[in-house]
């Protein structure tokens, strides 16, 4: 077995950007899911699944403290990583945090691609958030990702539920970090620890999916018939939802390459 795709997403919910190589730091893939994009009035995170849009904003960093932006019929906007002298408070899901706020002109940028006022957030790899301590360890942490900072799916898993579904699908409506490819359908299931080159990773919990990957990363268009989704829940639908993926917790950091071995611990 070995790890086939190595992907980043800069901008929570935005366009995925798919690497060769990345170092890992105590938040997961170092600048994964470091920006996030929240309602003005409210602070609340937006995603794909109210804002279908987000899936086109392309955000790629530009050294460690820019952030380029772009996105259709929209100018190029590069963004610095903002200091600690505009704060905003945040809300992703159940937890709640104080983050550097991006300033006026990329909060006026997003408002008028996603036609909503919003603003443009960073969390400084100091901060972070607790990964639930149902399945983690206390000072065990994540960027503004959906719980956990690392999204591992088998390449044999989306080739089985291709075939199911009948059609091709991209591995970004899935948005993971890490791809393995040599291992059977769903064998992830079943896995506890895992080595990826000279990282350790600990196999917590399943990825609950939601509508995100009916939507097609490349046109934001919702699918008519609400595939993939329709068709796992009719083979993987358990107690709290439809999985598909699991998510992983590195036991340090280190760094991750495309080719690397991968090797089941327990």
């Known amino acids: 077995m070995h790890l086939s795709s ?3 997403f800069p ?3 935005g366009a995925g950007d798919a690497l060769q190589h ?8 170092v600048g994964d899911r470091r920006w996030m994009v929240v ?5 609340r995170f937006l995603t794909q699944r109210v804002a279908p849009r987000m899936a086109l904003l392309q955000a790629r960093w530009q050294g460690e403290r820019t952030l380029r932006l772009t996105a259709p019929r929209m100018p190029e906007l590069l963004v610095p990583v903002p200091d600690a002298r505009a704060m905003r408070c945040v809300q992703i899901w159940s937890s709640n945090a104080v983050v550097p706020d991006a300033g006026e002109v990329a909060a006026t940028w997003l408002s008028d691609f996603l036609g909503q006022a919003c603003r443009l957030v960073h969390l400084p790899l100091d901060d972070g958030i607790q990964v639930d301590l149902d399945f983690a360890r206390l000072g065990e ?3 503004f990702s959906d719980g956990f900072p690392f999204l591992l799916i088998g390449q044999a898993s989306l080739d089985d539920l ?3 579904v009948g059609r091709p699908l991209d591995m970004l409506r899935f948005r993971p970090n890490l791809v393995v490819s040599g291992a059977q359908p769903y064998a992830e299931d079943s896995w506890k620890r895992i080595r990826i080159g000279e990282l350790t990773f600990r196999v917590v919990k399943p990825c609950s999916r939601c509508v995100i990957p009916t939507l097609d990363p490349f046109t934001a268009e919702r699918e008519p018939d609400r595939e993939p989704l329709n068709t796992l829940l009719s083979y993987r639908k358990g107690q709290g939802g439809v999985f598909f993926g699991q ?3 590195a036991e340090g950091i280190g760094e991750l390459a495309v080719g690397a071995p991968v090797e089941v611990l327990d």
Do not use: E, F, Q, W
């Open 11 to 13: 901008l929570k919910s």
């Open 162 to 164: 291709v075939r199911r």
């Open 39 to 43: 309602a003005a009035a409210t602070g």
């Open 141 to 143: 942490r994540t960027a």
């Open 247 to 249: 998510n992983l917790i």
């Open 22 to 29: 990345c170092a890992s730091d105590a938040l997961g893939l």
């Open 6 to 8: 190595l992907y980043r």
